[in-house]
């Protein structure tokens, strides 16, 4: 299957997609393109996937009716990704055309400020 990762998209992931035809907006020139205008590149040159961190984009576009599948990730964190890349994966290997997927990842908790400053 042929993959687009959206600029966003953390480029370290593509190794977890090697049996897939994986290209990036920015090796393609498409880095300025956004939203519609990268979607309807996409499907012209034949990807059937494209994933994104732009959790606007189902807001923004009207997905209805596009061949392409749209995979949205819940974070661009590489390393809350690379947790369970697995949920990728599986993301990619279920996507119809026309579809689109949420992918959630959980965010580690923020740390709890120490309380009050060490006293001199």
Known sequence: MRILFDKN???PLLRYLAKH???????????????????RAAEDAGFGVMVTADQSLE????????KLAVIVLST?????????PERLVAAVDAAREGGYEFVRFELPPKPKPSGTAPSI
């Open 9 to 11: 998209v953390p480029y």
């Open 76 to 84: 661009n964190h590489i390393g809350v990704l690379e947790t369970h």
């Open 21 to 39: 035809d994986v290209r990036t907006a920015e090796e393609l020139g498409w880095a300025r393109l956004v939203n519609g205008d990268l979607l």
């Open 59 to 66: 807001y923004q576009q009207n997905l209805k009716g596009r």
